[in-house]
């Protein structure tokens, strides 16, 4: 996968962090630096923390934002009818 600057994640979270979009403000070598959507301090994770594909849990804590929308979006269409509307 392609990391590159400007580009929306998720953070699913973890025990001290509350899930959250961010943009990739910077990337050094395997280091990226994210900031959040939400306003708080940006920080950086490894760039083998991201994986391709969203699974809806801690497993997979850094995607790219468009990997969570096709999770998302799948999750929805497994809904009933009746609570799509």
Do not use: C
Request: zero cysteines; a negative charge.
């Amino acid at each position: 996968m392609e990391l590159k600057v400007g580009m929306k994640i998720y953070n699913h979270g973890d025990q001290a962090n509350s899930p959250h979009f961010g943009t990739i403000t910077k990337i050094s070598d395997r280091v990226i630096t994210i900031t959040p959507e939400d306003g708080l301090n940006p920080y950086r994770v490894d760039s083998y923390d991201f994986k391709d594909e969203y699974k809806g849990n801690g497993l997979t804590r850094l995607v790219t934002a468009a990997a969570y929308d096709k999770w998302f979006n799948a999750e929805i269409e497994k809904l009933p009818e009746s609570i799509k509307k």
